[in-house]
């Protein structure tokens, strides 16, 4: 069986490191911005441009400066603490629901979509599915024996997760009032219980005073690196969201093919084992209830949040993640070849979305602007570049570092590249599409195409002039009609940089 389980932690980390060669996106080229610098420009950075807590940043910080800088330096720190969640969840499970369970677990975190995503990616939510992961096994723990050491290890993990992510409180606050029924309800243990939960809390205080003020200025500097002169777009903790959004979230991740047939599915096996699990009285059982009762208040403010219209999203689950797949695995491992149908079906389902949104760049959740930046090569004179995705700006500035974002009227360029990205509800670029499609308006008179450059998420256009010509884009009357489209000016000899 721990030869059968190292293969699956072997299998599952070469996934996710393999994964890191993909683009960035708008959020990690934040990240990257925060941690270039020093620590306390990093620490600065954090409290005034995110909307988390800092523990993540510092520890990309650290690794920044023992790995390196480039972007799949930065994001081994994710693929890492992926990895790392795979084994946990088999030591835990083993603990816990004995050794089948075991390894019906850990192949289920090994290919996950929604964890594969994370752990390849340059944000928090990688480490903080670990951390909460051990936070709950020392729950499990202090439930059983709440003496000092447990509780002190349930402690720790507890107050790194919610500074490591807010939304990591809907893990550790059912746990704490789980420890604190449970003391009352022993009458024993009693003061060392309130010191381990009043020392979270305490360790918490802090962040009530960051979170308010993070909610005032991240998002007024957020917005100018999406907006243009032209159009402004608002981003605020207020968002409209869904109940199925929020599900096809925590279940898939941001990409992949037929979503919603996909949470269903996953969905509807985990009715299944739940039913399986009340059939079966044995003496984990009284474990098992205490992750169902530890998921339910999470869900409940979940659908509270969604009803008032505050940005909440799946990934914000993840820390429910060990729970929720602890008493599946056990139910689905305890149902003789039914749960190890399931459990085929199950990993082949996400096995095929994990691998489909990899391999298939339309399916994924990241814009190639990785790629689209390549195509550009190195600039013979200088040159404006119109994207038509604003969330895709700051990644290209990111990989080439010399441009600059244009906000003038007017550009005076003997050279114009037109990138097409996919923007939301429209096509991806095919061999009958072309920038202008996406919104560009008459081409100024002097420019003639001459190269066109097609990826397999990106289509550039080429344009040059022997003389310099003006080219208006704000949109009154000018080559670019829609408001979206933003634009960098590179100067001559710019090129990718080492990101």
């Avoid at 520890?59 to 790995?67: E, F, G, K, P, T």
């Avoid at 022997?466 to 000899?493: C, H, K, M």
Wanted: with cysteine.
């Amino acid at each position: 069986m721990l030869g059968a389980a190292a293969l699956i932690v072997v299998a599952g980390g070469a996934i996710r490191f393999v994964a890191l060669s993909t683009s960035i996106w708008f959020d990690e080229s934040v990240s990257v911005r925060d941690v270039n610098g020093s620590f306390g420009q990093m620490l600065h950075r954090v409290v005034n441009h995110e909307a988390s807590p800092p523990f993540y940043f510092i520890c990309l910080w650290i690794w920044r400066q023992l790995v390196g800088s480039t972007a799949v330096d930065l994001r081994t720190l994710s693929a890492l603490a992926g990895t790392l969640t795979i084994a946990l969840a088999f030591c835990v499970a083993r603990r816990r629901i004995g050794q089948r369970a075991a390894l019906v677990l850990a192949v289920c975190v090994a290919v996950s979509p929604v964890l594969i995503y994370y752990s390849t990616e340059m944000r928090m939510y990688g480490l903080l599915v670990l951390i909460t992961g051990v936070g709950f096994e020392a729950f499990l723990r202090s439930s059983e024996a709440p003496n000092s050491r447990n509780l002190s290890l349930w402690a720790g993990p507890s107050l790194l997760a919610v500074w490591t992510q807010y939304y990591a409180a809907l893990a550790v606050a059912p746990e704490a009032a789980w420890l604190i029924a449970l003391a009352w309800q022993r009458r024993s243990r009693w003061r060392g219980t309130l010191v381990a939960v009043g020392g979270v809390a305490v360790g918490g205080l802090p962040l009530i005073y960051l979170i308010l003020y993070q909610a005032r200025h991240a998002w007024a500097y957020g917005e100018p690196l999406v907006s243009s002169a032209w159009q402004r777009i608002p981003l605020s903790i207020h968002y409209s969201s869904s109940l199925a959004s929020v599900a096809e979230e925590a279940v898939v991740g941001p990409g992949g093919p037929a979503r919603a047939l996909v949470t269903v599915l996953t969905v509807l096996i985990g009715v299944v084992a739940v039913g399986l699990l009340l059939r079966h009285r044995q003496t984990t059982k009284g474990q098992l209830t205490r992750a169902f009762y530890l998921i339910a208040p999470a869900l409940l403010a979940v659908e509270v949040l969604v009803y008032l219209h505050i940005l909440v999203e799946g990934r914000y689950l993840l820390p429910l993640w060990l729970p929720v797949g602890l008493a599946t695995s056990y139910a689905l491992a305890s149902a003789g070849r039914l749960g190890l149908g399931l459990t085929g079906v199950l990993v082949c389902l996400w096995a095929g979305v994990g691998m489909v949104s990899l391999a298939i760049p339309k399916f994924g959740a990241r814009d190639d602007t990785l790629g689209a930046a390549r195509s550009l090569g190195v600039a013979a004179t200088d040159r404006l570049i119109a994207i038509n995705e604003p969330w895709d700006v700051l990644p290209f500035e990111e990989y080439r570092p010399q441009t600059i974002a244009d906000t003038r009227s007017v550009v005076r360029v003997r050279e114009l590249d037109v990138v097409a990205m996919p923007l939301g509800g429209e096509p991806f670029p095919s061999e009958h599409q072309r920038p202008s499609s996406l919104g560009a308006g008459v081409r100024p008179k002097g420019l003639r195409l001459v190269q066109v450059i097609r990826g397999s998420t990106f289509l550039v256009e080429r344009f040059v002039a022997s003389t310099p010509v003006s080219i208006r884009v704000d949109g009154q009357g000018s080559a670019f009609t829609a408001s979206y489209w933003r634009f960098l000016n590179e100067p001559a000899g710019g090129h990718i940089g080492a990101l």
